[in-house]
């Protein structure tokens, strides 16, 4: 899309308001343009809240400027440390207060391993689109350690296979063995209804939830999801840990998982209550065979 330029022929209204009614982006996406100084009102910059009058001229730069990687350039330069770093891939431990990538064009000033990616690595290739760009999976931005990046488009491909095969697997033993696995560990507290719950669990190790779940996140269609809980630790009276392996990958799955039965994994704002304190999950240990098919296992 080129520069355009347009004519305003409405008695007012305001500059943000109007684009979204002309183009198929949001509000806070114009907001970021106006802020960049990409629309013009009369060859002259502007607020967000500009009131527009009669045949106004308003011109506005070209978007997908604004929705190309170029704009990473804003991302803050971050160090995350390196854990493991092949030719065709990097395995990295993402601290608890980083972004996976910016949720929205809006986002790209916070902290994320798409904008420490961009900064350090000039050569990797994109998935879908820069705002996801090279990453094969995410963490929430309250879990951290372990994370997969591909280096090249022949591992990019080969973990999509791999990810592919466990996503399409239908029986858990097929999930079980595709070549591909991602363990969790969570502190959670101890609630008198898990007690119960936690008698029963105990003499069943390793013990499944598998349920259909729409999660508590907008536009979800309600999917299959399928926790092991591996081994249970008793920290105290209050608190326990748990450490878990994933067979589908589902937004905020071990979280509501564990909220749902009872066992609210501590300081989790979303499916306990609120905490100004970092949520007690981490992604501790990682499986996966390589292009050459040598097992490899990360653990922290």
Not at 39 to 62: A, G, Q
Request: include cysteine; hydrophobic fraction near 40%.
């Amino acid at each position: 899309m080129e520069k355009v330029s347009l004519v305003f022929d409405w008695t007012t209204e305001r500059i943000d308001t109007w684009l979204t009614k002309q183009f198929s982006y949001s509000r806070n996406f114009f907001h970021h343009i106006i802020e960049r100084w990409g629309v013009l009102v009369n060859w002259k910059v502007v607020k967000k809240s500009n009131k527009l009058k009669s045949w106004d001229n308003i011109e506005i730069d070209d978007l997908e400027r604004f929705i190309s990687p170029i704009i990473l350039d804003e991302a803050p330069d971050i160090d995350i440390p390196i854990v493991k770093e092949e030719e065709d891939y990097l395995v990295i431990n993402k601290p608890k207060w980083v972004l996976s990538h910016p949720n929205s064009i809006w986002d790209i000033s916070k902290p994320s391993v798409v904008g420490f990616l961009y900064h350090r690595y000039s050569a990797l290739p994109s998935v879908w689109n820069f705002i996801r760009a090279w990453l094969l999976h995410r963490l929430d931005k309250d879990t951290d350690w372990l994370m997969i990046v591909a280096k090249t488009e022949k591992w990019l491909a080969h973990f999509k296979e791999l990810f592919k095969e466990k996503s399409e697997s239908e029986s858990l033993e097929d999930k079980d063995k595709v070549p591909l696995k991602k363990w969790y560990r969570a502190s959670c507290e101890i609630t008198m209804e898990w007690k119960k719950f936690l008698n029963t669990v105990e003499w069943k190790l390793p013990f499944i939830i598998q349920e259909v779940v729409k999660a508590k996140v907008p536009n979800m269609t309600p999917k299959m999801w399928i926790t092991q809980i591996e081994r249970i630790e008793k920290i105290s009276d209050k608190e326990c840990r748990l450490y878990l392996q994933i067979f589908t990958g589902r937004t905020h799955q071990i979280r509501y998982h564990l909220s749902s039965h009872w066992l609210p994994i501590v300081w989790d704002y979303l499916y306990w209550k609120e905490s100004k304190r970092w949520m007690q999950l981490t992604a501790y240990r990682l499986e996966f065979k390589d292009l050459s098919w040598e097992m490899i296992c990360l653990e922290i």
